[in-house]
């Protein structure tokens, strides 16, 4: 056996897989796979008996490759992507002929959480954000979010973002690897293509380019329970090449969800995705209250910690904001002052405004301090409250490289915002009787974009 699987993994008689391939636990290869060298099958994956996965491929938990699923060589799956195979399914109604073929090419990624619908293709070296949906095909290069997934970028090889328009005719080089891109009409190539990419050389280039950015030396805080915001900073933080001290995790919670209900966060429950994710990258962790300013102190002082970052966070008091030299941003999922507080999207609905993230210098306020940048967020026919709170989520963690790297290279000027007082918690009637206003702000918000 030329390759590693573990003892509770399945893989069924007649699966073809290659050299130095590594099945994790409790994963299903079924008969008649297709599995190339070097590819990594995290925990709980499966693999049907006609799905096709390339070389060098790195698949992450709990994901399903279904029949008629193709990843060619170098495809990056985060964990619980979603693949099916068919756009109309019946529990009754039996339509195993009626697969359509889903086409992941070369070198793509797709983020934790995203949606494959089936019958599209995914371009050479794409990039889906987390939980995003995919309904459509997808061009090469193209950095792709929300419901359902737009462009609102390119990515190059190496899997940074390229500055360079999303249409028309210009050129731009990928600041690690020196790799120069042209576009043209809208569709973006790799001029003098090197074939033989050497990423070890790389990423000794990408270190010295964090090196080069190593001005802001980031503590993020987050939460030691699985949580989408708290994973999805600290990992972009780091990818994007941005200097992180430490990521402060804090513990045991109780804390109020959008609909009032008390939750409380099981003192057994670990964020095992982020401490992983340190762990592997050699990022300090650490288990500690927000507020125990004393203990966040030493780790600040002895990391050499200047700016926080906030993935998740209940209110964070004035002793440990004084600690960070250059203080601590927050993305709001709204605008301040109007939405300040809980609720940000049914305030926003209240006050018919357009959906934005604001991003700004936490004070002892909630939700004040000075500000850094507003980005509008995209409203679509099809949306519900729903989708819109999950796109209002996934543009947090686009902003989050334009913030860093504009307060690197001092582009923002951090006005005092003006927030007279915060908004009062809404109850449930009050959320209910807003809701039915909601069709009526998304059709003046659309107009308005119009």
């Known amino acids: 056996m030329n390759y590693q699987i573990h003892e509770t993994a399945i893989v069924d008689d007649g699966a073809q897989i290659g050299l130095d391939t590594r099945i994790w636990q409790w994963t299903h290869v079924c008969s008649g796979a297709k599995i190339g060298s070097n590819v990594s099958l995290g925990q709980n994956v499966f693999v049907g008996k006609k799905a096709v996965i390339g070389n060098s491929c790195k698949i992450q938990?709990?994901?399903?490759?279904?029949?008629?699923?193709?990843?060619?060589?170098?495809?990056?799956?985060?964990?619980?992507?979603?693949?099916?195979?068919?756009?109309?399914?019946?529990?009754?109604?039996?339509?195993?002929?009626?697969?359509?073929?889903?086409?992941?090419?070369?070198?793509?990624?797709?983020?934790?959480?995203?949606?494959?619908?089936?019958?599209?293709?995914?371009?050479?070296?794409?990039?889906?954000?987390?939980?995003?949906?995919?309904?459509?095909?997808?061009?090469?290069?193209?950095?792709?979010?929300?419901?359902?997934?737009?462009?609102?970028?390119?990515?190059?090889?190496?899997?940074?973002?390229?500055?360079?328009?999303?249409?028309?005719?210009?050129?731009?080089?990928?600041?690690?690897?020196?790799?120069?891109?042209?576009?043209?009409?809208?569709?973006?190539?790799?001029?003098?293509?090197n074939e033989d990419i050497?990423?070890?050389d790389m990423d000794l280039e990408h270190q010295k380019s964090k090196d080069n950015i190593s001005r802001i030396k980031i503590g993020i805080f987050g939460y030691d329970f699985p949580h989408f915001k708290t994973n999805s900073i600290v990992k972009d933080t780091f990818n994007n090449g941005f200097s992180i001290g430490a990521v402060f995790l804090a513990p045991k919670i109780n804390f109020s969800d959008n609909n009032n209900n008390v939750i409380s966060s099981n003192e057994n429950t670990k964020n095992t995705e982020i401490r992983e994710f340190c762990n592997e990258n050699n990022i300090p962790f650490f288990l500690v209250d927000h507020n125990e300013s004393s203990t966040i102190k030493n780790i600040v002082n002895s990391h050499r910690i200047n700016i926080g970052l906030i993935g998740g966070a209940l209110i964070i008091n004035l002793a440990t904001i004084e600690l960070f030299k250059l203080g601590i941003i927050n993305y709001h999922p709204g605008r301040i002052p109007e939405t300040s507080g809980l609720h940000s999207i049914y305030r926003t609905i209240q006050h018919g405004i357009q959906p934005c993230i604001t991003?700004?210098?936490?004070?002892?306020?909630?939700?004040?301090?000075?500000?850094?940048?507003?980005?509008?967020?995209?409203?679509?026919?099809?949306?519900?409250?729903?989708?819109?709170?999950?796109?209002?989520?996934?543009?947090?963690?686009?902003?989050?490289?334009?913030?860093?790297?504009g307060i690197e290279n001092g582009e923002f000027t951090f006005p005092k915002i003006i927030r007279p007082k915060k908004n009062n918690r809404l109850s449930n009637d009050e959320k209910k009787e807003i809701s039915r206003g909601f069709d009526n702000w998304k059709n003046l918000i659309i107009n308005h974009d119009n």
Not at 79 to 94: A, D, E, G, K, M
Not at 170 to 178: D, I, L, P, S
Request: charged share 20%; aromatic share 8%; glycine share 8%.
């Open 198 to 200: 050497n990423f070890s």
């Open 359 to 405: 991003a700004h210098l936490i004070d002892e306020k909630v939700d004040a301090g000075l500000f850094i940048y507003e980005s509008i967020v995209d409203v679509f026919k099809e949306d519900t409250i729903e989708t819109v709170k999950n796109r209002v989520l996934c543009d947090q963690i686009e902003l989050n490289y334009l913030v860093l790297k």
């Open 61 to 193: 938990n709990n994901v399903s490759i279904y029949d008629n699923v193709h990843l060619e060589d170098g495809v990056f799956c985060g964990p619980s992507v979603v693949f099916t195979n068919v756009r109309n399914p019946r529990s009754l109604v039996n339509r195993k002929d009626e697969y359509e073929d889903t086409l992941v090419k070369k070198g793509a990624s797709l983020g934790a959480n995203s949606t494959i619908i089936c019958g599209t293709t995914i371009g050479e070296y794409a990039f889906i954000g987390a939980g995003a949906v995919v309904n459509q095909n997808v061009p090469a290069f193209a950095l792709m979010v929300g419901i359902p997934a737009k462009q609102i970028g390119w990515m190059s090889v190496y899997g940074q973002r390229l500055n360079i328009p999303i249409s028309g005719n210009a050129q731009t080089v990928c600041e690690y690897t020196r790799q120069k891109y042209k576009l043209k009409d809208g569709i973006l190539s790799m001029e003098d293509i």
